[in-house]
């Protein structure tokens, strides 16, 4: 399915990576997408954390790369011998790489391996100029004043 977003280029500037990102979504691979299983929770208002299923894969295996934008997970276990005779494997253990387009101020604050998942801690973080300002009236005579961001927050 395509989706013509010459409508929004012709109304707006700047949305060119949101219609970008939103053509890239229909070109993901349906197998890719379902392994390893994770989840995205947003923890509070700021902070998100991605968990991902990476049962037999140790820290070693895994690689955690941020760059312009996008959080590249990718696992690669060694090549080893088998150690047992399997009956049945059901636990997979190929490799696999999983990339999250991030948004504007998102950061990577770290991730962790615990009971057989990779957390990833996620937060966004609002530059000072970007957050919201109080702007104080004042009559025609006297000059525009700020308010201090600190106090617009407080009320």
Same mark, same amino acid.
């Given at each position: 399915m395509r989706f013509d977003f010459s409508p929004l280029y012709r109304s707006t500037v700047g949305f060119d990576r =949101?219609?970008?990102l939103l053509e890239t979504?229909?070109?993901i691979e349906p197998g890719a997408a379902s392994?390893?299983?994770y989840n995205i929770e947003q923890v509070a208002e700021n902070d998100y954390?991605?968990?991902?299923?990476?049962?037999? $894969?140790? !820290?070693? !295996? =895994?690689?955690?790369e941020v760059k312009e934008g996008v959080l590249t997970i990718t696992g690669k276990r060694d090549a080893e011998e088998p150690?047992?005779?399997f009956l049945y494997q059901g636990i997979a253990g #190929?490799? $696999?790489?999983? #990339?999250?387009?991030l948004a504007d101020h998102m950061e990577v604050k770290g991730a962790r391996l615990e009971h057989g998942l990779l957390h990833v801690e996620i937060v966004r973080v609002i530059p000072e100029e970007k957050r919201a300002r109080r702007i104080a009236i004042g009559t025609t005579?006297?000059?525009?004043? =700020?308010v201090d961001?600190?106090?617009a927050n407080a009320a």
């Open positions: =949101l219609a970008n979504v229909n070109q392994y390893p299983p954390r991605i968990s991902m299923a990476v049962a037999g $894969f140790a !820290d070693k !295996d =895994l690689n955690i150690k047992s005779h #190929r490799s $696999f790489e999983r #990339r999250f387009q005579k006297s000059e525009p004043k =700020l961001a600190t106090v």
